[in-house]
């Protein structure tokens, strides 16, 4: 049996690692093992914040909401609570966008609600 030589597939693993973590700092961007354990690390980290992303917007909507209901005489319990009862379906995306860029239909939105 002819002997099969492997380098050209370890090279390409070692550069598309090398590749994924230019730009870190120390060893952990040239050093092999520790480009290996950072390289991990920051897959694990990306995929985690993809999803808390989610939840700190959905936390600054919130806030944003709060703060416009409450310039209108409305807490944003009251106010959320209000828009269930009407069976109003704006998610709060659309409505931190309206209270900040069209203050007066998030006002027409609250008076529909009160």
Do not use: C
Request: no cysteine; glycine share 8%; proline share 2%.
């Amino acid at each position: 049996m002819p002997r099969v030589k492997r380098g050209q597939g370890h090279v390409k693993k070692r550069r598309s690692l090398m590749k994924r973590v230019k730009g870190f700092q120390g060893g952990r961007k040239n050093l092999l093992k520790q480009a290996k354990v950072a390289a991990t690390k920051a897959g694990m980290y990306a995929y985690k914040d993809r999803r808390v992303k989610k939840r700190t917007f959905r936390a600054l909507w919130e806030v944003q909401i709060n703060a416009a209901a409450r310039m209108r005489g409305m807490s944003y319990s009251k106010f959320i609570g209000a828009l269930k009862i009407k069976q109003i379906g704006i998610n709060r995306k659309i409505l931190a966008e309206l209270a900040i860029k069209n203050p007066q239909v998030f006002e027409a939105i609250i008076s529909s609600v009160k």
